[in-house]
């Protein structure tokens, strides 16, 4: 297998040879709780913008924490229980649940499904596992944090979500690592699967380190994420905030195969200094009735490169199929860059497509209007950006929505005026 | 007038954007209780004159002085010159799409109310405090929930303009061109809103092309403005004169 060259994206070739392909932080025992972890670790993760707080802890937020190859502590596990829901490490997972793993894994992508992936498959050695059971409705908000320490670590974990029948689970993953000259790879892989009646919502706040200002080092960011409707009006919603890496080459999508299912893509993707994103989503319609819907919002800032890339697939099976596609580039600056390469490929007459573009840009007369009226630079771009990323931020668990507001406006603070 | 009392003082003011002096050795001083109107052809520089004072950062202050009740503005920043109580009503005020109306001006309010040290209002008070502004120019209060400027009609940017000033309440307004575009219902409501904003403690600079919007708003001094400089200076009866004469008799 090759890298793929298609996407919008310069990078010099990755020496596979040079990457550590395990490592685990020194503390080996597995915890219950984030009250037994190394206050140290919990203070790296709240320096880089995403917050373990204790507010968020107690107000139903399950949380498993995956340092570089292994994971550390799973949260409210006994909790979980009561209701059937399984939500430890992958490792654990393979261990205690081997049936369901055996069952699934690499069923959404298999092994060989891409180059990245294929990376992934062959080396992964921890992740988060996740299955709701017939009939039950998670009581909590399951949360994943991932984050790379060592210099020269890969990050391949590996996330399994089932939903059963009539189940529903919203699930949320953070990513951050600290700043190193040399670039990372990230090579993630998340798979889901949504049975009859099931809805899983998957949101991400990814932040991991984007280089600095000359563009050197960060992380590269390139993961497979997809999840199957297989069952009859099942619902898989993927929200992402991607703000961090170097370069980000992601495209979660969603396979319809039940009747009435239904996919939801929502993306706000933030370049600055001299990241690349090459990221948007899949929506392949075979069942009939299936539904999906795409929102991408793009901010370019500085010298970086955004780019949105999507593919709608309806098949001729899928009788009465509806897409609606929604593309927005803001730019900021007159050094960046937004690019918008929609596919489209329908095979049946019955189905019904929209698509919406549009680019628009802060410049600085907008800023000079904002400023006239007594309002700072960064609460004017603030009040844009998030003018600008309603639509998404809707989607995004409350408690969330709120985090990845003020992590725009900080990883844009200095980029105009 | 006795006892005047400068809010706004020029000196010797050159200025220039890209290396291209505009303003070309200004002097001109407003005393509180005082409309001035400029006048003058395109290009003469009477936009670049409200620019400057706001502090746009695209215009250079080369040399010369402006003073703010008796304080040099120079090195302020816009943003604080705003707090200060200088607002600049907009020849084109700008939109900003996603943005409220209302969030744009409770923030404007904010920032203001920060600045002083005085407590910020909540969304609740604020909208009480909006309400009665929104009679002035006698716009709904739909107005609000639409984002800035986005879609307005020229008249509804100009009165949304009117608004702000209304609602911030500055001690010195630069208007520039605000009547041009509007029809005569319009103009009467936003002359209606500009003579309740003034008072002796306040100074109004005017920047139009038109007597028309001198019929309602009297101003105490009319200047004109040509090349960078102000060439005359008479009362309302000059405005009248530059009506039926053009500008071309004063060089």
Redesign the interface.
């Known amino acids: 297998m090759k890298c793929p060259k298609w996407a919008q994206l310069k990078f010099s070739e990755i020496n596979y040879q040079d990457i550590i392909y395990y490592s685990a932080p020194v503390q080996n025992k597995k915890l219950n709780s984030l009250d037994e972890v190394d206050p140290e670790l919990l203070k790296t993760f709240d320096k880089l913008g995403i917050s373990l707080s204790e507010q968020k802890r107690l107000t139903n937020v399950a949380v498993d924490v995956v340092f570089d190859s292994i994971s550390i502590a799973t949260t409210f596990k006994a909790e979980l229980a009561q209701q059937g829901v399984i939500f430890c490490s992958i490792s654990e997972a393979v261990k205690e649940h081997p049936q369901l793993v055996k069952k699934y894994l690499g069923t959404v992508v298999p092994i060989g499904d891409n180059y990245f992936a294929a990376l992934n498959s062959a080396v992964f050695t921890d992740g988060s596992f996740c299955y709701i059971p017939k009939g039950v409705k998670c009581p909590l908000e399951l949360s994943t944090y991932f984050r790379i320490n060592e210099q020269k670590a890969g990050q391949f974990e590996r996330t399994l979500i089932i939903a059963e029948e009539n189940s529903q689970v919203s699930y949320l993953e953070g990513c951050t690592a600290p700043q190193y000259k040399e670039n990372q790879l990230h090579a993630a892989v998340v798979e889901l699967i949504a049975l009859e009646n099931a809805d899983i919502k998957y949101s991400t706040v990814q932040n991991w380190y984007s280089g600095n200002e000359q563009g050197q080092g960060g992380v590269y960011n390139f993961v497979t994420k997809r999840g199957l409707c297989i069952g009859d009006n099942s619902k898989i919603s993927w929200t992402q905030v991607e703000t961090g890496s170097a370069i980000t080459w992601k495209y979660p999508s969603c396979t319809l195969i039940g009747k009435n299912s239904q996919g939801e893509f929502y993306s706000v993707a933030l370049t600055n200094n001299y990241q690349q994103a090459d990221t948007g989503s899949k929506m392949i319609h075979i069942g009939k009735n299936s539904r999906s819907r795409i929102i991408s919002k793009g901010i370019s800032a500085g010298n970086s490169k955004n780019s949105y890339r999507g593919l709608v697939n309806i098949n001729n099976k899928a009788m009465g199929a509806r897409n609606y596609s929604q593309c927005d580039s803001l730019l900021i600056g007159n050094l960046s860059n937004a690019n918008t390469f929609p596919f489209i490929n329908v095979q049946n007459s019955t189905a019904k497509l929209e698509h919406e573009a549009s680019t ?1 840009k802060i410049g ?3 800023i ?2 904002f ?6 630079i960064e ?1 004017g771009i603030e ?2 950006i ?3 990323c ?1 639509d998404v931020f809707t989607e995004l668990p409350l408690e969330f929505a709120e985090e990845a507001d003020r992590l725009l406006s900080l990883k844009l603070e200095g980029s105009v ?1 | 007038m006795n006892n005047k009392i400068p809010v706004l003082e020029i000196k010797n003011l050159k200025a220039s954007i890209n290396e291209i002096e505009i303003l070309k050795d200004l002097n001109l001083t407003i005393n509180k209780g005082e409309i001035h109107a400029i006048m003058g052809p395109n290009g003469s520089g009477k936009s670049t004159f409200s620019k400057v004072i706001a502090g746009h950062p695209a215009y250079k202050v080369v040399s010369g002085e402006i003073l703010f009740n008796g304080n040099s503005i120079l090195d302020l920043n816009p943003e604080e010159r705003s707090h200060l109580g200088i607002f600049l009503a907009f020849q084109y005020p700008i939109e900003i799409p996603g943005v409220s109306n209302e969030d744009f001006l409770r923030l404007a309010y904010n920032s203001k109310l920060k600045s002083q040290n005085i407590p910020e209002v909540d969304p609740i008070e604020f909208l009480t405090l909006i309400n009665d502004k929104l009679k002035i120019i006698d716009m709904s209060a739909s107005f609000l929930n639409r984002n800035v400027n986005e879609g307005f009609s020229g008249g509804e940017k100009k009165r949304n303009e009117i608004l702000q000033m209304a609602l911030l309440n500055p001690q010195l307004s630069i208007l520039d061109e605000t009547d041009s575009g509007l029809d005569i219902d319009a103009l009467k409501v936003i002359s209606k809103g500009i003579n309740a904003y003034m008072s002796s403690e306040k100074a109004i600079v005017l920047i139009t092309h038109y007597q028309r919007l001198l019929d309602y708003i009297k101003p105490d001094y009319i200047h004109v403005m040509q090349n960078g400089k102000i060439v005359k200076t008479g009362n309302a009866e000059l405005a009248i004169e530059l009506e039926k004469k053009g500008y071309e008799w004063l060089k």
Do not use: D, P
Request: proline share 0%; aromatic share 16%.
């Open positions: 628009s600085e007369e907008q000079f209007y400023l006239q009226r007594g309002i700072s609460k009040l844009m998030s003018g600008f309603r005026g």
